[in-house]
């Protein structure tokens, strides 16, 4: 997708031909930086302080710390090492889990001599099926987003309202819940897109903001607790989130916020859906509450990082001096207050049944 009109994806390789460049999320959107990871430490790294985050983005990125750990040490403890070490960085996006499984499984019977390129080149692949995968989560959700359209009058937008990145910045490209909102803008359907700034790192003003402005889409950021009052007055036509890890029987974990607007949503009837590709499935867990929840920590509650008006980009504190805080990175959107799911197979009800019926193999 595009910065200032010229397209990136969000990690690529560098011009050596293995290491690995990436967006520095944790600039944006004030500065656009480049940051090259050379190592298997450099990519635990920048998935910890989440230079690059977003549960499918994280598992690219993953890929990726595979093969640089490899160009060290191809032996098979070195292996398991760096697949325990990345899968540690983050816990509850499962596509980090998955990503290194398709890794280890794609180079643990090769002798050591060809598991570098092996590997680099399943991490290739990850990232364009990703690419691939939204697109067709994005012609699938498309099609909810026009049905909104038909109820409206002729130039009215369709009202989406989205919770933290869940963008082309979350992924290698386009996109799991905004894939749809992409889709329907290209469609030349008229929308508009409510941003929640999505406390406390703020992904939704920083982010999905900024990507949404890239593209000419028509948004507007709000606190994260208006999405209640505007489903009330009539102003949310359709929610779409994103997921960092769906049981199997579709209860989906979001970012921390994602419960409550599912709940207003449901007390309004505003359509509540959650979009994710097969990778954010964990087939292992028979509901959401044994999904780990990431706890991260208290300063990223008490510290917000901004630009001062001669053009620094400064931490600020803004709580009462000494007082604790606690900072859960996510939660469970029970499956019971999700309209549909819509992965890269269709849009499904959010239950056992509605998954198996996309992914009859699971069965
Ligand atoms: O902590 P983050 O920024 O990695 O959390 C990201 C989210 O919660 C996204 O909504 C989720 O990963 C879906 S990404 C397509």
Known sequence: MNINGKA????????????????????????FVVATLRTLEDTGRAIKTMQVRGAPLIGATAAYGVCLALRTDASDDALERAIRYLAAQRPTAVNLRWALEEVRAAVRNLPREARVAAAYARAAEISEQDIETNRQIGVNGVALIEAAARGKRPGEPVNILTHCNAGWLACVDRGTATAPI???????????????????????????????????VPHTIIVDNAGGHLMQRGLVDLAIVGADRVASNGDAANKIGTYLKALAAHDTGVPFYVAFPHSTIDWTLDDGLAIPIEERSAAEVLVMTGRTSDGRVEPVEIAAPGSPARNDAFDVTPARLITGLITERGVCAASRDGLLSLYPERR
């Open 182 to 216: 992409y889709e329907a803008h290209e469609r030349g359907i008229a929308l508009h897109v409510w941003v929640d700034e999505t406390r406390p790192r703020n992904q939704g003003a920083a982010l999905t903001a900024f990507e949404l402005g890239g593209h000419g």
């Open 8 to 31: 990136y994806r969000t990690i690529w390789l560098g011009a050596d031909g293995w290491s690995v460049e990436i967006i520095d999320q944790t600039r944006l959107p004030h500065e």
